[in-house]
């Protein structure tokens, strides 16, 4: 079995033997730098290859141990499987051992074994107590029951066992989960001459193949996949939890730095801020306090931060509390994500966490404590969950694209989730964006939306409807027009309303004209039908025209729209349904002689002005009836001439 998609993470004090022990393993230095070979001391991570007896083979990434390149050791472990925690036996628990081991357990790396280097420096009674010393300290940790194995890299003594082990241990590694979109924290970027740019790091999730576009984040920039190498080969495919080094095209070395992540585009996103579950880790000599700065860690990235706490005023080691992180500038985060806080004089780990929600709004303590049901739900391992308490947010239509890059999940495991969910929360398709939405929520806005009707036509009742615009703003003012117009839609499509013209009414419902109204109903119709299209009265002289007041022929004007007897096509610019009808009718006959008509040759046939050809024409395009090719106008495409425009 291959086992090159397993990370071993080496871990523990300065000088206590983990490149050493590295070089013994695998032959390979991982000092590369003058500066780390002259001083005898590791500054940044390294990397190497190991290939097991089995045939597998599994990446090693180096740290340091030196307490003031801690930034780059998390930047190392943040995407390994197993560590190998190494202590010197002439040294034994050192300040970095506890430290090193702390951010293992805060980065959920639970799978490790404990190497006991330097033997060969030992007598038999400082190995056996030193042994104890780990023992203890192991026993208490979150790798209590590891193998502790004791070797030497001078003499090579127990390495082939620590081999052995690690074998076995890369083999119980699960691969991880392939259904999420790519995404690789950068941990180097380097150029090569006549290759130019390439980044490494760990796969965290999906895969990434040559040619694919992936985006960086922060900034944005789209770059192209040339070569896709992992462990020093080219390969077709490089998936979750494989070191990797990409070759890419697009940017140059200065768009990228240790920190940026490369990602697939449907979860490059950025944000200023996350909230989630911050734990004051148990050996932390510090406090978290309400408002403090602290360097926050989270994949390779490191950045300045505040953390404001729900809870109380601090945390104390060993206590958690939910808390909105807000850091300067932009940091590529998704749910889920872990961090660490440490002090931001850089001495001391103080703290870990869980994202529970990336980006988002400021919220003051009492607002985050009231959103409890939702972070609790976020901070849970069900991801079915997560969706349901965010999607509860923007009840009737949360983008499902949204629910991908906040969780980083693909397409069909929203569909999952959604079925997981079924009955709580579905989807719908509304021009060209998928929606979830929550399923009790559309039964109440169907009931506002045919309420708000109601309430219209005992208002108005000599109207025949509501406008959508109107409607929209009543039944559902907290929702764009776009998702307004879906649940519109939808209420029409469900029969529960209703739409005559432009109005939008309960089923069946007539406007009733009492005995005046039908009269000025009658002498404003005959009005425009004797006008014709030459000569229709002007909105504001019909009244004039008739003897009766303005505002009143007005309003008679409008419900005549909304019964569709009348057309307004430009503000003062009214036709009978007839007079229009016959244009129509006009209109189709050139088509389908000419194959299509121009303005200048319907203002002929019609005989009108310019203005009045160009109205008319703009209503059969808006209405779909006719499509407009550069000058020309065809019959749009499902419709064969006859029909009602
Ligand atoms: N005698 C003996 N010396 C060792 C052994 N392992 C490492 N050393 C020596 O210990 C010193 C430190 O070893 P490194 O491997 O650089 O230690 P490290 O843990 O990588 O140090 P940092 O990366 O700086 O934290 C070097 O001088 C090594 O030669 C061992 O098993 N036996
Ligand atoms: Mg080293």
Not at 312 to 340: C, N, T, W
Not at 463 to 491: D, F, M, N, V
Not at 511 to 537: C, D, Q, T
Not at 566 to 571: E, N
């Amino acid at each position: 079995m291959s086992l090159i998609q397993c990370v071993i993470g080496t871990a523990g004090h300065i000088d206590h033997g983990k490149t050493s022990l590295v070089k013994a393993l695998t032959g390979i230095d991982c000092d590369r730098f003058e500066e780390e070979k002259r001083r005898g001391i590791t500054i940044d991570i390294g990397f190497a290859r190991m290939t097991f007896p089995g045939g597998g083979t599994a990446g090693i990434v180096d740290v340091p141990g030196h307490q003031r390149f801690i930034h780059n050791m998390l930047a190392g472990v943040a995407g390994i499987d197993l560590a190998m925690l190494v202590v010197a036996a002439d040294d034994a628990v050192m300040p970095q051992t506890v430290e090193h081991l702390a951010i293992l357990e805060i980065l959920g790396v639970n799978r490790g074994i404990v190497v006991l280097t330097k033997t060969d420096l030992v007598d038999e009674e400082t190995l056996e107590l030193a042994e104890m010393e780990v023992g203890d300290l192991v026993a208490n940790s979150h790798l209590a029951g590891s193998e502790i194995i004791k070797c030497s890299s001078v003499t090579g003594e127990g390495i082939d066992r620590l081999r052995d082990e690690l074998e076995r241990l890369c083999s119980t590694v699960v691969n991880r989960r392939s259904d999420r979109f790519f995404r690789m924290p950068v941990d180097r970027v380097f150029t090569i001459k006549g290759h130019g740019l390439v980044v490494t790091g760990t796969v965290s999730s999906g895969g990434v193949k040559p040619e694919d576009r992936l985006t960086l984040v922060p900034g944005g920039k789209v770059v192209r996949a040339r070569r896709v190498q992992s462990h020093g080969a080219s390969v077709d495919h490089a998936g979750p939890g494989t070191r990797t080094a990409i070759n890419i095209t697009g940017a140059s070395k200065g768009d990228i730095e240790r920190g940026t992540v490369i990602v697939h585009h449907a979860i490059a996103k950025t944000c200023k801020q996350f909230t989630a579950e911050v734990v004051c880790h148990s050996t932390s000599p510090l406090k978290i306090v309400h408002g403090m700065s602290y360097l926050l860690h989270v994949h390779t990235a490191e950045t300045l931060c505040r953390v404001y706490l729900a809870s109380r005023k601090s945390l104390e080691p060993g206590s958690r509390s939910i808390a909105q992180v807000r850091f300067e500038g932009y940091a590529h985060i998704i749910h889920g994500d872990k961090f660490v806080l440490r002090s931001s004089s850089a001495r001391h780990t103080v703290g870990v966490g869980v994202v529970a929600e990336p980006g988002g709004k400021p919220l003051g303590r009492r607002r985050l404590n009231a959103l409890m049901e939702k972070w609790s739900a976020l901070a849970g391992t069900e991801l079915a969950d997560g969706v349901r308490a965010v999607t509860k947010e923007r009840p009737l239509g949360y983008p499902v694209s949204s629910l991908m890059a906040m969780f980083n999940i693909i397409e069909s495991r929203v569909g999952q989730i959604m079925n997981q969910l079924s009955g709580e929360v579905s989807s719908f398709e509304w021009k060209g964006e998928k929606y979830a939405y929550i399923t009790a929520a559309a039964d109440d806005v169907m009931d506002a939306i045919t309420g708000a009707v109601r309430n219209f036509h005992k208002k108005h009742p000599a109207l025949q409807g509501i406008e959508e615009s109107s409607l929209a703003s009543s039944a559902a003012p907290s929702l764009t027009a776009e998702l307004a117009g879906y649940w519109i839609r939808r209420a029409i499509s469900s029969r529960r309303i209703e739409c005559v013209g432009s109005a939008l009414r309960l089923p069946g419902r007539q406007v009733e004209f009492s005995g005046g109204n039908e009269k000025l109903r009658r002498s404003i119709l005959e009005a425009y039908r004797a006008g014709g299209l030459k000569s229709p009265p002007k909105t504001d002289k019909v009244g004039g025209m008739l003897g009766i007041k303005k505002s009143e022929a007005q309003k008679m004007i409008r419900i005549l729209n909304q019964t569709g007897d009348l057309v307004t096509l430009a503000p003062d610019y009214t036709l009978h349904r007839d007079t229009l009808d016959s244009a129509q009718k006009t209109l189709v006959e050139e088509i389908e002689k000419a194959g299509f008509v121009e303005t200048a040759r319907y203002r002929d046939l019609l005989g009108v002005g310019r203005k009045a050809a160009i109205d008319i024409l703009e209503h059969f395009d808006r209405a779909g009836f006719t499509m407009r090719k550069n000058n020309k106008r065809v019959l749009a495409s499902g419709h064969d001439g006859g029909k009602e425009a």
